[in-house]
């Protein structure tokens, strides 16, 4: 069994400024974008293994959270089976058109607990090294930088599981 946490974070053109290095007492400017432009970053890890699994995608919805769900499925290790905590998103409610491979099983999280999902503290650390205080030229632009940020944390499964690790989430095997 493999415990794996999911969420999706927009990210655009109306981007996020954080804090920069600067001399104290000065005002540092930082570059701030007045257009609309913008993809969802859907994506998961499974802290024990030091891995995840994510897809760009145009809007956040229930056929793409299908898609992701297909992708994540494909990453869990053969022969195992994934525990999924997702938020209680309006495309995370089982029925209707959402398709849970059978390798999944889907846990919500309780209502207002962002603190709870790991994937959070992803998109905060991601933010902070890699999508902040940027403008994007285009659409393609954004997709493009949401993947070199996945990729670069990917490439860092230590990292993945000292962001993921929640010492209250024991996986009995």
């Known amino acids: 069994m493999e415990v794996w946490w999911q969420d999706e974070a927009r990210i655009g053109q109306q981007g996020t400024l954080t804090r920069i290095w600067a001399e104290r007492g000065s005002r540092p400017s930082a570059p701030r974008d007045q257009r609309y432009s913008w993809a969802y970053l859907f994506g998961a890890i499974c802290p024990d293994r030091g891995v995840g699994a994510a897809l760009v995608l145009p809007t956040a919805n229930t056929q793409m959270m299908n898609l992701h769900l297909a992708e994540i499925s494909a990453n869990v290790t053969p022969g195992a089976h994934a525990v999924l905590i997702v938020d209680g998103a309006g495309w995370h409610k089982v029925g209707g058109t959402l398709r849970v491979p059978a390798n999944i099983t889907l846990v919500i999280l309780p209502p207002y607990s962002p603190e709870l999902n790991p994937v959070e503290n992803v998109w905060a650390f991601l933010r902070a090294n890699k999508l902040s205080n940027r403008v994007f030229e285009t659409y393609d632009a954004i997709v493009e930088a949401c993947c ?15 962001i993921g690790t929640r010492s209250w989430v024991c996986v009995s095997q």
């Open 148 to 162: 070199d940020a996945w990729n670069w944390l990917t490439a860092q499964p230590d990292r993945i599981t000292t």
